[in-house]
């Protein structure tokens, strides 16, 4: 570890990808924390995203999730320079543009990636950002998008080579070797580059490997010598770090099913699914047997059902009552299961979700699953901002207004620290709230489980803050473990 006291000043680095899933947002957040740990002071940065998971700053404004944790790792509050472009893919064709972490419209991906259309320079807006970071942080760690390689899209390219040209970053190419092909997807990625491009790249790591690191000592050797870069690392796979995760992809590699001994708790798997990150809390728990689910049999095994967010609440809403879930879940509530809505979720528990002005399609109105006496009514303003309440932090990110239906009062379940109130609450095993990340709070996951106490005596609750900061002190001893950590610095320090 190097001492706080020798610190200098390091180039941007930009951890840029042979294509999407290799790992290039863990091995980012795990060198913000490593750089936090030898006296620097970094930060992330994201040109563009593309995600359903996104988090609200302290400004209350929103970006991609993946940035708001290697913020976290880096120890540092998250802000919308650190991803100034997010898109919010609304259909396989339209996307929710976020720039600079306020909604500006709904884009064709056709349209967005031409840009013709467009008053607003995209480029320069992301370039500010982070010119505005670099002014404030020492190193910007820097993740690029999917491949570097889709050479068809360089010229709108905002995110990797392109922007590590801006950013006069050292570019380090992350390939995975456990889905195979590693040397075409490393040496393809490289020689597919403009020379000015090819000589931005530094290094190379072959992430997620697995076995006997010395059955690739020749591989090593014939990859540095056909890409002429070095191996600055190869880091294993693992499974005993828990890291966030922000692409749908991780779901995955999730439970599916109910287990026995534990309290079940079923995530009902929305076709339109978002901030599932959520959740993560209740996997690491070992009081919970958490799993995401749209089977009926499951749903009405569980002892706890959560209605996760949603991108498209009317659409979901209607495939929830076309698949059999919505009955499966009002009867298994009936038989003694709790139900919790959060955001989105919180809209579908209500007795009707109406759309007037079309916000998200062409249905008027929906009937709800009846469980809250709320209704919903969608808008086009998007509410986005960090809040507290008596069981501890969380963010609201939404669109739409609930409130009490016809002469139902007001029964809040959260009293936020502004003086406003948040959610309903039937009793204890019937909720709904707007609040994302209240479930990483302790103390309402305590009051969740409260019914299911009788499963609950022989374990201890769970500091899920106190995980999260070990478990990026083990990311990053991983991987400093396994990456020429003298060589690196080398690199980022060279003139």
Same mark, same amino acid.
């Given at each position: 570890m190097i001492s706080a006291n020798s610190v200098s000043r390091l180039h941007?680095?930009?951890?840029?990808?042979?294509?999407s899933d290799v790992g290039k947002s863990i091995v980012a957040a795990a060198f913000c924390r490593i750089f936090r740990q030898d006296g620097y002071h970094p930060a992330p940065f994201k040109a563009q995203n593309m995600a359903l998971n996104s988090y609200a700053t302290p400004e209350g404004l929103e970006?991609?999730?993946?940035?708001?944790?290697?913020?976290?790792?880096?120890?540092?509050?998250?802000?919308?320079?650190?991803?100034?472009?997010?898109?919010?893919?609304?259909?396989?064709?339209?996307?929710?543009?976020?720039? @600079?972490?306020?909604? =500006?419209?709904?884009?064709?991906?056709?349209?967005?990636?031409?840009?013709?259309?467009?008053?607003?320079? &995209?480029?320069?807006?992301?370039?500010?950002? &982070? $010119?505005?970071?670099?002014?404030?942080?020492?190193?910007?760690?820097?993740?690029?998008?999917?491949?570097?390689?889709?050479? @068809?899209?360089?010229?709108?390219?905002?995110?990797?080579?392109?922007?590590?040209?801006?950013?006069?970053?050292?570019?380090?190419?992350?390939?995975?070797?456990? !889905?195979?092909?590693?040397f075409a997807s490393v040496y393809g990625s490289i020689a597919l580059q403009t020379p000015e491009d090819r000589e931005m790249i530094?290094? =190379?790591? =072959?992430?997620?490997?697995?076995?006997?690191?010395?059955?690739?000592?020749?591989?090593?050797?014939?990859?540095?010598?056909?890409?002429?870069?070095?191996?600055?690392?190869?880091?294993?796979? /693992?499974?005993?770090?828990?890291?966030?995760?922000? $692409?749908?992809?991780?779901?995955?590699?999730?439970?599916?099913?109910?287990?026995?001994?534990?309290?079940?708790?079923?995530v009902v798997m929305?076709?339109?699914?978002?901030?599932?990150?959520? &959740?993560?809390?209740?996997?690491?728990?070992?009081?919970?047997?958490?799993?995401?689910?749209?089977?009926?049999?499951?749903? !009405?095994?569980?002892? #706890?059902?959560?209605?996760?967010?949603?991108?498209?609440?009317?659409?979901?809403? /209607?495939?929830?009552?076309?698949?059999?879930?919505?009955?499966? #879940? &009002?009867?298994?509530?009936? @038989?003694?299961?709790?139900?919790?809505?959060?955001?989105?979720?919180?809209?579908?528990?209500g007795v009707e979700v109406c759309d007037p002005d079309h916000i998200e399609g062409d249905i008027d109105c929906l009937p709800g699953l009846g469980l809250l006496p709320v209704t919903t009514t969608m808008s086009g303003e998007k509410m986005t901002r960090q809040v507290e309440c008596e069981y501890g932090k969380g963010y609201e990110i939404h669109m739409g207004e609930t409130r009490p239906f016809g002469e139902a009062k007001a029964a809040p379940l959260l009293h936020l620290s502004d003086g406003r109130e948040d959610g309903y609450i039937v009793d204890n095993k019937c909720m709904g709230t707007y609040v994302h990340g209240i479930l990483d709070n302790q103390a309402f996951v305590d009051f969740l489980l409260e019914p299911f106490a009788d499963k609950l005596s022989a374990t201890k609750t769970f500091d899920y803050q106190a995980f999260k900061e070990e478990q990026y002190n083990k990311l990053a001893d991983h991987v400093r473990r396994h990456v020429d950590m003298q060589r690196l610095y080398q690199i980022l320090t060279d003139d």
């Open positions: 941007p680095v930009m951890f840029a990808g042979t294509g970006i991609g999730r993946a940035q708001a944790v290697q913020a976290e790792a880096a120890g540092i509050p998250c802000h919308t320079d650190m991803n100034p472009l997010l898109l919010k893919p609304q259909s396989d064709h339209t996307s929710q543009v976020v720039l @600079n972490g306020k909604p =500006i419209g709904n884009k064709n991906a056709y349209d967005y990636w031409r840009r013709g259309d467009s008053d607003i320079d &995209f480029r320069n807006e992301v370039c500010a950002a &982070f $010119d505005r970071l670099a002014e404030r942080y020492n190193p910007i760690v820097m993740e690029g998008a999917g491949s570097i390689s889709e050479i @068809n899209l360089r010229d709108t390219d905002l995110v990797n080579l392109p922007m590590a040209r801006h950013a006069k970053a050292d570019v380090i190419l992350v390939g995975d070797i456990d !889905r195979g092909g590693v530094k290094g =190379i790591i =072959i992430n997620k490997f697995r076995g006997d690191m010395r059955l690739f000592d020749e591989g090593r050797r014939m990859l540095e010598d056909i890409c002429g870069i070095p191996i600055l690392g190869i880091i294993p796979y /693992y499974k005993d770090i828990h890291i966030e995760e922000e $692409d749908s992809v991780a779901l995955a590699r999730k439970s599916f099913e109910v287990q026995q001994g534990k309290v079940n708790i079923a929305l076709q339109h699914i978002s901030n599932y990150t959520d &959740f993560d809390s209740l996997e690491q728990d070992s009081r919970i047997h958490l799993f995401y689910t749209n089977n009926v049999e499951d749903i !009405r095994q569980a002892d #706890i059902i959560i209605l996760p967010g949603t991108k498209s609440t009317v659409h979901d809403l /209607y495939e929830l009552r076309r698949n059999g879930c919505a009955q499966a #879940i &009002f009867q298994a509530h009936r @038989n003694g299961a709790s139900v919790l809505g959060i955001c989105g979720g919180y809209q579908l528990m």
